[in-house]
């Protein structure tokens, strides 16, 4: 199983959300990384988990670091992964 990809897209709800997007020397699409569906951007290599029941869970989306001040170590990504057959969620870290 795998989702359609759709981007998520920063939306700051006030000025101290706008102040924490944005990086200063961070290249490349850093930041702009989030999304619903698609296939992860493993930024160490693929590590799919499995649930309890050892089924091998489905992508649902990734978590990208903000900006300079709410940044996952160098600039990490979360991965959120979900069976479908018993709903047991689980995340991923990783990062430079
Ligand atoms: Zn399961």
């Given at each position: 199983m795998k989702?359609?990809?759709?981007?998520?897209?920063?939306s700051?709800?006030?000025n101290e959300a706008r102040d924490?997007?944005?990086?200063?020397?961070?290249g490349?699409?850093?930041?702009?990384r989030?999304?619903?569906?698609?296939?992860?951007?493993w930024i160490?290599?693929?590590?799919?988990p499995?649930?309890t029941?050892g089924?091998?869970?489905?992508?649902?989306?990734?978590?990208?670091?903000?900006g300079?001040?709410?940044?996952l170590?160098?600039?990490g990504?979360?991965?959120?992964?979900?069976?479908?057959?018993?709903?047991?969620t689980?995340s991923?870290?990783?990062?430079?």
């Amino acid at each position: 199983m795998k989702y359609p990809e759709l981007p998520l897209k920063l939306s700051p709800a006030s000025n101290e959300a706008r102040d924490v997007v944005g990086f200063k020397y961070a290249g490349g699409n850093v930041g702009q990384r989030s999304k619903l569906g698609g296939d992860p951007d493993w930024i160490q290599g693929e590590d799919v988990p499995g649930c309890t029941s050892g089924n091998v869970m489905t992508f649902y989306g990734q978590l990208d670091s903000a900006g300079d001040s709410m940044c996952l170590a160098d600039c990490g990504i979360i991965y959120v992964f979900i069976c479908l057959g018993c709903y047991e969620t689980r995340s991923v870290f990783q990062s430079n």
